[in-house]
Antibody, heavy 123, light 108 residues
Framework: QVQLQQSGPGLVEPSQTLSLTCVIS??????????WHWIRQSPSRGLEWLGR?????????EYTESVRSRITISPDTSKNQFSLQLNSVTPEDTAVYFC?????????????WGQGSLVTVSS | EIVLTQSPGTLSLSPGERATVSCRAS???????LAWYQQKSGQAPRLLIY???SRATGIPDRFSGSGSGTDFTLTISRLEPEDFAVYYC??????????FGQGTKVEI
């Protein structure tokens, strides 16, 4: 059974960097059939996919256009986890952030999700 | 950029009734890339349907999906009390934005 456990600060000041971590159990971050995602949800924007990272002989990263200049998703193979960094945050980045796995190697999209982390951007 | 539009926004039904949720894409998408999720308050979304019509592991057979091209449908044949939730369609892959629909609330 795959489990994703999120952690990170719940409050970030404007212009600072939002950082979250997702620890994976029951699967390997270097899986050649899975990918590892960050998604956020807010009342104003709904569910918004932010990006993903995956390993297929080398590491790949894909990001949505709206945050591409500010986002980094990084794998950590030594800890079997991945992280989200979002720079220069504004109150519009206030949302519940989720990590998730896809298993598109088996044609299955986002099948496991973290518990969600409410991040508030405020001074 | 593909936009997914769900209808209706809210569905008011009783247990035992049939629920039908529609998802329309702004342009044709590969049905292999269309999924449906259920979300209850305070929880992460749960995968129900992938590939437009395949049930995810452990999903009861009262949930079914259909459609192709730009029009997709989620049907719950007989609503159980635990089915009252918000439902989202989602396009995975084949898009730079992996869009979600805006959600349909199924309420009593």
């Amino acid at each position: 059974q795959v489990q994703l456990q999120q952690s990170g600060p719940g409050l970030v000041e404007p212009s600072q960097t939002l950082s979250l971590t997702c620890v994976i159990s029951g699967d390997n971050i270097s899986s050649k059939t899975a990918a590892w995602h960050w998604i956020r949800q807010s009342p104003s924007r709904g569910l918004e996919w932010l990006g993903r990272t995956f390993y297929r002989s080398k590491w790949y990263k894909e990001y949505t256009e709206s945050v591409r200049s500010r986002i980094t998703i990084s794998p950590d193979t030594s800890k079997n986890q991945f992280s989200l960094q979002l720079n220069s945050v504004t109150p519009e980045d206030t949302a519940v952030y989720f990590c998730a796995r896809d298993n598109l190697g088996l044609s299955i999209p986002l099948d496991y999700w973290g518990q969600g982390s409410l991040v508030t951007v405020s001074s | 950029e593909i936009v997914l539009t769900q209808s209706p926004g809210t569905l008011s039904l009783s247990p035992g009734e049939r629920a039908t949720v529609s998802c329309r894409a702004s342009q044709g998408i590969n049905s292999r890339h269309l999924a449906w999720y259920q979300q209850k308050s305070g929880q992460a979304p749960r995968l129900l349907i992938y590939g437009a019509s395949s049930r995810a592991t452990g999903i009861p057979d009262r949930f079914s999906g259909s459609g192709s091209g730009t029009d997709f449908t989620l049907t719950i044949s007989r609503l159980e009390p635990e089915d009252f939730a918000v439902y989202y369609c989602h396009q995975c892959c084949g898009s730079p934005t992996w869009p979600f629909g805006q959600g349909t609330k199924v309420e009593i």
